[in-house]
């Protein structure tokens, strides 16, 4: 029965990674829509051909999807805001201090070992510019977190959330993930 199942939908089975380039040709050739976030899928349950499939088979009503695709971007942009507040918190309170620590740390070591401190420059001076690239980038976070979270609930919200703040988010993670290194 499994070889029967398999042999007839084949076609209909991909097997690669659904996040990569290979996927999106591949769904392009089988003429199907590729949504990359959450936040443009949502509107699809509000399509008129949705409405009518969940109308004809007595699931929702058109009032009741629209209700839920409300849900969907409130809970998304909550979720998104947590995680940008709790990034700011931790970056803030945790990761930057502990980078001003060590680069005092590493000046106070050479200069009492009296040794030739070329290489602990050198490292410095990476430190040093990853932390300021972690500083600009957390207050630039601050900034899009506080402009989303005094926006309207809803659609527009939830946008902000997925197109300013997420990249914000990830402007920060990259100097941050090379200190932690």
Do not use: C
Request: negative net charge; glycine residues 4%; charged residues 30%.
């Amino acid at each position: 029965m499994i070889k029967e199942t398999l042999a007839a939908h084949k076609r209909v089975v991909f097997n690669g990674n659904g996040y990569s380039d290979e996927w999106v040709a591949e769904a392009e050739r089988r003429g199907l829509p590729n949504i990359r976030s959450m936040v443009d899928a949502i509107p699809a349950l509000n399509t008129e051909k949705s409405v009518k499939l969940f109308e004809k088979f007595k699931v929702f009503t058109k009032a009741e999807l629209e209700s839920r695709a409300e849900i969907k971007f409130e809970s998304y942009a909550k979720a998104i805001n947590i995680e940008a507040r709790t990034m700011i918190d931790m970056a803030s309170k945790q990761i930057i201090p502990a980078i001003i620590k060590y680069t005092k740390e590493l000046v106070v070591a050479v200069k009492e070992a009296g040794a030739d401190a070329s290489v602990q420059a050198e490292l410095l001076t990476e430190v040093s510019g990853l932390l300021a690239e972690s500083k600009k980038a957390l207050e630039a976070l601050k900034v899009v977190t506080d402009q989303a979270a005094a926006m309207e609930e809803g659609e527009d919200q939830a946008r902000f959330y997925h197109f300013d703040v997420v990249p914000a988010m990830e402007a920060l993670r990259a100097p941050v993930d090379k200190l932690e290194m």
